[in-house]
């Protein structure tokens, strides 16, 4: 109906200003003035309706838009996907808390593998700096200061395998 | 003349086109109305439905909270259990190297060494065993290991044997590096 009027004013504002065009061709005096207004003023007119529509046009939807957005279905549907993300979320955390305990589990056992291993190999080392010292008459100065920093060197590295070879070293050095 | 009959035309077509929509209308107004209602019934049924779904993965989550907890509790339980374990066996360790060090009083300290470091890689293979079957073989390894240990050890103190070192733990420690 509005676009009826408004093309309805459009088409009249064309045949108004047409009329005005036609009487000034025929030079008559006031008339096509104050007709060239009257048809600008339709014009504006209809431009004016078709803006007017245009608004309201909009103004619906957003009306309608914000109503679906808070309909029943949309609320509905907004909260089931907001549970299953939780769900989801929680699920990474389970899964993430887990990793971390398993993570501080080994870190412990480690810790306690390498004190132990810290343990021995301080015996071990010990038991060689004894042997270099009982040997101290039987092996020359440089040799058995050669030989105590190698054992003090191997056991700062935690090194086991050079550090029985070094033993056995010595045993051979002795017999 | 011909453009008054034309314009009667058009008049003429737009009416009977308005004719035909009034009559469209009247034709299909049950079905319209038919149509509305089992839209709106759709849509509440839908939304009850929507409802019951968030309530039901409410109690899901409720529950699976829960559930997390418990298992979350419980592998702490077994890793502490596991550490405290993987804690004894490491003491029983150093205990046999005590013992095997008591048997014999002239036993080098790496011989010892040796020993206790096999028995703790036996140890850690079995720690971390992935399935029940290489468990089972690890823990039999040990087993056998620490045997044979015990049994060096005890037959030395018993004065059965005269050895000045456990041969037989040491014959299947080189055993082992062969295979």
């Not at chain 2, 056998?144 to 103190?157: G, I, K, Y």
């Amino acid at each position: 109906m509005i676009i009826r009027i408004a093309l309805l004013l459009l088409i009249c504002a064309f045949a108004v200003l047409g009329l005005a065009d036609i009487l000034k061709g025929l030079a008559s005096p006031y008339l096509p003035e104050f007709i060239t207004q009257l048809g600008l003023g339709l014009l504006f007119c209809a431009f004016a309706v078709l803006l007017i529509m245009g608004l309201l046009v909009i103004s619906k939807q957003i009306v309608q838009t914000i109503s679906t957005y808070f309909s029943n279905t949309q609320r509905g549907q907004r909260r089931v996907l907001f549970i299953q993300t939780k769900q989801a979320e929680l699920k990474q955390l389970f899964y993430c808390r887990a990793l971390r305990i398993h993570y501080l589990h080994e870190l412990t056992k480690q810790q306690l593998l390498r004190r132990n291993d810290r343990q021995h190999l301080a015996a071990l080392s010990k038991a060689i700096d004894q042997d270099l010292k009982a040997l101290k008459n039987r092996l020359s100065t440089s040799t058995l200061k050669q030989l105590q920093q190698e054992n003090r060197c191997y056991h700062q590295q935690q090194d086991s395998a050079a550090l029985l070879q070094l033993q056995q070293k010595i045993t051979t050095l002795t017999s | 003349m011909s453009i008054k009959n034309w314009l009667l035309k058009a008049v003429d077509l737009l009416h009977s086109i308005k004719d035909e929509k009034l009559r469209w209308q009247i034709d299909n107004q049950d079905r319209q109305l038919q149509l509305k209602q089992a839209r709106i019934l759709a849509e509440n049924q839908l939304a009850d439905e929507l409802k019951k779904k968030s309530v039901q993965l409410e109690h899901d989550i409720s529950l699976l909270h829960t559930q997390n907890a418990t298992e979350l509790a419980m592998l702490k339980i077994k890793c502490k259990q596991d550490i405290k374990d993987y804690q004894q066996y490491l003491a029983a360790l150093d205990k046999l190297k005590d013992s095997i060090k008591n048997s014999y009083t002239q036993l080098p300290e790496a011989v010892a060494f040796t020993i206790h470091h096999h028995a703790k890689q036996l140890l850690n293979q079995l720690w971390e065993a992935e399935n029940f079957e290489d468990k089972m073989r690890h823990e039999m390894q040990l087993i056998q290991f620490m045997t044979t240990v015990h049994e060096d050890a005890s037959a030395t103190l018993q004065g059965k044997t005269q050895d000045k070192l456990p041969e037989k733990t040491l014959a299947l420690i080189s055993n082992r590096r062969l295979v």
